[in-house]
């Protein structure tokens, strides 16, 4: 029998082994074609049958860090009872999608949300042979984050709540100038009306939309030829998007001037642009049918900011969706709250604790000398010491799994850190911000060296995401307190040795996370309010 230490870096070994397989997928568009081959693996020719729903998970979540150990997919959200989670949503977004599409696979995001309404006696329709999207009007300015269609003028009237049409030219996060060359922009009310260049208006300018993308389907002679095209490929060697690579080969009017333009690029890769010119050539000619939803809405909740905008704001949102402000909690009248626009989510608010406008707080357990700021994050805490938690703080905490004993570690950074940014040279770290200070003022407070030792990966760059600054502790509720006396330390300028306790980074975090325990804790929360709610259901 191996000793615990052996056993232990056996798993490690074999999680790099999976992480570099994943690696190996790059990014939605390669991980689209390693799972059509999973399929033929799996099903053999049957899989051409299937009906199919593919949802990208959204790789590390760098930008909805709370998210990152079980994926964005299984996000949860302020409505139901219990909680619903973002896949479940999913599911009640599309349920009447199977029953009207042919055999294909139906491909979407897992943090977006898709809100429609079209009349009693119509339905929408995948059945028509190549690419079909769904479209839905939005700002200018949306567009020039998104997808935009340039609509066919012969078959688009820009009526009633649902029309079906066809796509000339695909276009991936164009600027406002692209959009109005290529004819995307459309006058509101009569969106068949392309509005011309020049000088405009406010009102006009107000009045005017593009169709912006969400989900789309292909069928399964399209998914037939890119699995072809993967295993000609082999090992991909560049990253892949499933909009941006593989729609903007679509329709009459695409040409292949994108596969050079890399503007959108956060990392460029040498063979990006043949492997591109390698799709255009397999995709070129083929129709890009487009649905439109004209009395819709797509919300996107990837980020810090998105998630408490949409959670706590009085946003559409939180609106048509009915979120709630306390969803599946305890939450004693006599805790205190400045006002609704907070979002409590399968929590124990204990009484006297004192949560902020516009903060939310997830699996936590939040005790009576508590005080959390505005605009915060609170995930997965246990948090039982008299403390005032800082504005702007996000606060996660994960069980780990070392040497097969669970330890707990808790993240700790603001809302407006940049967990993506990254430098090459450690000369450089000094440029890397945590809550508003230079990373490199903070690790002298904290004592921690700066060496080669520092970040847990050269080949993710340098950044707040690889530092190894977090304390592993032995119980969920030290390493929160350890984790704030580290932002403590850092907005007083005092110092707070981490001298003598192991440090991981945030990706290391991940490498070692102990998903069973981390829902077992989810799970006594849970039974406590299940307990809960019977006892005041038996006291009536």
């Known amino acids: 029998m191996p000793v615990a230490g052996e056993r232990s870096a056996a798993r490690r070994e074999?999680?790099?082994?999976?992480?570099?397989?994943?690696a190996a997928l790059r990014g939605n568009g390669g991980?689209?074609?390693?799972?059509?081959?999973?399929?033929?693996?799996?099903?053999?020719?049957?899989?051409?049958?299937?009906i199919m729903l593919l949802i990208h998970s959204g790789g590390y979540s760098r930008r909805l860090p709370n998210a990152s150990a079980l994926g964005k997919i299984f996000t949860a959200l302020p409505f139901g009872d219990p909680i619903y989670q973002m896949l479940e949503l999913k599911l009640a977004m599309y349920i009447d999608f199977p029953s009207h599409m042919k055999p294909g696979i139906l491909i979407t995001c897992s943090?977006?949300?898709?809100l429609y309404s079209i009349g009693v006696e119509e339905t929408i329709t995948f059945d028509k042979p190549g690419f079909t999207a769904l479209a839905h009007p939005s700002d200018l300015t949306v567009g020039t984050t998104h997808g935009v269609f340039v609509l066919d003028p012969s078959s688009f009237s820009g009526k009633g709540e649902l029309e079906y049409t066809s796509c000339r030219h695909f276009l991936h996060k164009p600027d406002i100038e692209t959009m109005r060359q290529c004819g995307a922009v459309c006058v509101r009310g009569n969106c068949s009306q392309l509005s011309s260049s020049g000088d405009h208006s406010d009102s006009e300018m107000d009045s005017e939309c593009v169709y912006t993308d969400s989900i789309f389907y292909m069928d399964h002679s399209i998914a037939k030829q890119l699995l072809t095209f993967y295993k000609q490929m082999g090992t991909l060697c560049c990253e892949i998007d499933a909009y941006g690579?593989?729609?903007?080969?679509?329709?009459?009017?695409?040409?292949?001037?994108?596969?050079?333009?890399?503007?959108?690029?956060?990392?460029?890769?040498?063979?990006?642009?043949?492997?591109?010119?390698?799709?255009?050539?397999?995709?070129?000619?083929?129709?890009?049918?487009?649905?439109?939803?004209?009395?819709?809405?797509?919300?996107?909740?990837?980020t810090m900011q998105e998630y408490l905008f949409h959670f706590t704001s009085d946003s559409k949102l939180k609106f048509e969706l009915n979120l709630l402000s306390v969803a599946f909690s305890i939450f004693s009248d006599k805790a205190e709250t400045l006002d609704q626009s907070a979002s409590i989510i399968q929590s124990i608010l204990e009484p006297g604790c004192f949560i902020g406008p516009g903060s939310v707080i997830e699996y936590s357990r939040i005790g009576p000398e508590v005080s959390v700021g505005k605009n915060s994050i609170i995930s997965g805490s246990y948090i039982n010491l008299k403390v005032d938690i800082p504005s702007n703080c996000f606060l996660s905490s994960l069980s780990i799994k070392i040497n097969d004993q669970v330890k707990y570690v808790s993240m700790v950074f603001s809302v407006e850190d940049d967990l993506k940014k990254s430098v090459k040279l450690l000369s450089d770290i000094h440029s890397l911000q945590f809550f508003g200070v230079s990373l490199l003022v903070c690790l002298d407070l904290w004592g921690v060296k700066i060496s080669d030792l520092l970040f847990s990966s050269e080949n993710t760059g340098l950044g707040l995401w690889t530092a190894r600054i977090f304390p592993v502790c032995s119980t969920l509720s030290e390493s929160v307190r350890m984790s704030l006396k580290m932002l403590n330390s850092v907005q007083h300028m005092s110092a707070f040795k981490l001298n003598g306790f192991k440090l991981l980074s945030v990706e290391e975090m991940l490498t070692y996370k102990d998903v069973e325990d981390t829902l077992k804790f989810r799970k006594q929360i849970y039974d406590e309010i299940r307990l809960q709610r019977r006892k005041e259901k038996s006291d009536l």
């Open 111 to 114: 943090d977006d949300i898709e």
């Open 31 to 50: 991980s689209t074609l390693h799972v059509l081959r999973c399929l033929e693996d799996l099903y053999g020719d049957k899989w051409t049958s299937f």
């Open 14 to 22: 074999a999680m790099g082994r999976r992480l570099a397989r994943f």
């Open 245 to 302: 690579d593989f729609l903007q080969a679509l329709g009459p009017g695409a040409t292949q001037d994108y596969t050079t333009n890399t503007s959108n690029i956060t990392k460029e890769e040498s063979q990006l642009v043949e492997v591109r010119q390698k799709l255009y050539s397999l995709l070129k000619g083929t129709t890009l049918n487009v649905i439109v939803l004209n009395n819709s809405k797509f919300y996107h909740i990837g």
